[in-house]
């Protein structure tokens, strides 16, 4: 396991990026207050996953997909793609501080 951050530090809304497994990683918590974390990594081309906190959305902007935030899912995706996959989730675990940890 490894420390990413706390539940304290982070506000609704808010995300942070994190090193995990030799990659970065993303850590959001919602507008409705749930911690998520998914790679930052698109599964298509391998582009930088960013967190747009004004339509609740995960972007990838080098060919403008989007996913859903509370399960990674695809919300939509260029049409130049037959298809698309969801994004890779990352397992978290919060201790009795209210720290965040990856598993």
Same mark, same amino acid.
């Given at each position: 396991? $490894?420390?990413?951050?706390?539940?304290?530090?982070? %506000?609704?809304?808010?995300?942070?990026?994190?090193? =995990?497994?030799?990659?970065?990683?993303? /850590?959001? %918590?919602?507008?409705?207050? %749930? /911690?998520?974390? =998914?790679?930052?990594?698109?599964?298509? $081309?391998? !582009?930088?996953?960013?967190?747009?906190?004004?339509?609740?959305?995960?972007?990838?902007?080098?060919? /403008?997909?989007?996913?859903?935030?509370?399960? !990674?899912?695809? =919300?939509?995706?260029?049409?130049?793609?037959?298809?698309?996959?969801? /994004?890779?989730?990352?397992?978290?675990?919060?201790?009795?501080?209210?720290?965040? =940890?990856?598993?």
């Amino acid at each position: 396991m $490894e420390k990413i951050g706390s539940v304290k530090d982070l %506000k609704r809304g808010e995300s942070i990026s994190f090193q =995990y497994q030799g990659k970065e990683g993303i /850590l959001v %918590k919602t507008k409705k207050g %749930k /911690l998520v974390a =998914y790679s930052r990594v698109c599964p298509h $081309e391998g !582009g930088t996953i960013v967190w747009d906190a004004d339509i609740n959305k995960l972007l990838c902007e080098c060919h /403008l997909s989007i996913f859903n935030v509370d399960d !990674g899912t695809v =919300y939509k995706y260029s049409s130049v793609f037959d298809k698309m996959d969801d /994004l890779t989730p990352i397992k978290l675990e919060i201790d009795d501080k209210k720290d965040i =940890y990856t598993i």
